[in-house]
């Protein structure tokens, strides 16, 4: 079965597409990368029906090895601060974001499918007031085959 053999691996980047752009050039062994706290960057000016000087357009790191799962941000204040990088390697398993489950900038939710079953990896991010951590709390959902949730909840023990 693939999930005893899938390789995954975590890392909160601080705003820093240097470390983004160096894991997934060097971190090729894992199947799946969750990264936490990306920089989205205005990458390009579009032109724009309501703005002379056109509109920002705003994205993350891409590579050609991984694809890459975030939730499309609504504005700038909305920018997801999870994001998942899946290995091409494994892209037969047919991978997918699910919005509709949580639709949360601090939480991506990914399935896949594997001899007939569909399983779930979700990538958590909490700022240090813990909010992703209360909406958790409030929202009720019923899912099934979770193989792992992780990331960083910046809980802190206070001993």
Request: proline share 2%; net charge negative; charged share 10%.
């Amino acid at each position: 079965m693939i999930c005893n053999v899938l390789k995954l691996f975590s890392q909160n980047v601080h705003k820093n597409s240097l470390i983004v752009n160096t894991i997934l050039e060097t971190q090729t062994s894992f199947d799946i990368i969750f990264i936490q706290e990306p920089l989205w960057l205005a990458i390009w000016t579009i032109l724009s029906s309501t703005s002379s000087e056109g509109e920002e357009l705003v994205s993350i790191s891409y590579h050609s090895n991984w694809l890459t799962f975030a939730r499309t941000p609504t504005n700038q204040s909305d920018s997801p601060r999870v994001l998942t990088y899946v290995n091409i390697h494994i892209s037969c398993l047919h991978f997918s974001l699910w919005n509709n489950i949580f639709n949360y900038r601090d939480i991506s939710c990914i399935s896949f499918f594997n001899q007939g079953f569909i399983f779930f990896l979700i990538n958590i991010y909490s700022d240090s007031s813990q909010s992703v951590l209360k909406y958790l709390k409030n929202t009720e959902v019923n899912i099934h085959n979770i193989i792992i949730m992780m990331g960083n909840f910046n809980i802190r023990d206070s001993l």
